[in-house]
T-cell receptor, first 115, second 115 residues
Framework: GDSVTQMEGPVTLSEEAFLTINCTYT??????LFWYVQYPGEGLQLLLK?????DKGSNKGFEATYRKETTSFHLEKGSVQVSDSAVYFC??????????????FGAGTTVTVRA | GAVVSQHPSRVICKSGTSVKIECRSL??????MFWYRQFPKQSLMLMAT?????????EQGVEKDKFLINHASLTLSTLTVTSAHPEDSSFYIC???????????FGSGTRLTVV
């Protein structure tokens, strides 16, 4: 079945540090890949996505590249801010799974950025 | 952009009572609605998937008689937690899959506390 393995946290960084959160996946077909962000007490917001191999998703300084050869979708940001403190979820949607395109989520990584 | 309004954001109820959570897509038609449960510091657990006008499909281990899902229209889905008990206390999140472009939009979540 489909699954997402995400780097465990928590991750604590200083402002302007480089952030990377590893994410690897297994899927039956050619999935779409997503990163979602959850701020305390809130639902999930789409951060970025990629729908095919070698696509790079980017938003708010975050980037992730769909690497089919390594089945990875690592999230990176060159210079984090305190406002980036949140929980980050890697997810995939696999049309080949025929499960109404449901999302499979990683465990989530809590990121805390200190001033 | 696409918005899913989820209400209430917080609810406290007595053990044995029922609670209804509503998710409404405000400016798009939701082909499919997903309902998730999230325990503290954990990932999202898919409870059920519902398509407009048809019965919900529940994930293994989720009691369909306890968590009633209604998806009467393309813009509204409800989750009713029946005869709630303290162990049902959790954060419930809905997600709507759009008819066009197959994107997902999450509600802001409902914090349920059963006392």
């Amino acid at each position: 079945g489909d699954s997402v393995t995400q780097m465990e946290g928590p991750v604590t960084l200083s402002e302007e540090a480089f952030l990377t959160i590893n994410c690897t996946y297994t899927a039956t077909g050619y999935p779409s890949l997503f990163w979602y962000v959850q701020y305390p007490g809130e639902g999930l917001q789409l951060l970025l996505k990629a729908t095919k191999a070698d696509d790079k998703g980017s938003n708010k300084g975050f980037e992730a590249t769909y690497r089919k050869e390594t089945t990875s979708f690592h999230l990176e940001k060159g210079s984090v801010q305190v406002s980036d403190s949140a929980v980050y979820f890697c997810a995939l949607s696999d049309p080949a799974s025929r499960n109404d395109y449901k999302l499979s989520f990683g465990a989530g990584t809590t990121v805390t950025v200190r001033a | 952009g696409a918005v899913v309004s989820q209400h209430p954001s917080r609810v406290i109820c007595k053990s044995g009572t029922s609670v209804k959570i509503e998710c409404r897509s405000l400016d798009f038609q939701a082909t499919t609605m997903f309902w998730y449960r999230q325990f503290p510091k954990q990932s999202l657990m898919l409870m059920a998937t519902s398509n407009e006008g048809s019965k919900a499909t529940y994930e293994q281990g989720v009691e369909k008689d306890k968590f009633l899902i209604n998806h009467a229209s393309l813009t509204l889905s409800t989750l009713t937690v029946t005869s709630a008990h303290p162990e049902d206390s959790s954060f419930y999140i809905c997600s709507a899959r759009r008819r066009t472009n197959y994107g997902y939009t999450f509600g802001s979540g409902t914090r349920l506390t059963v006392v």
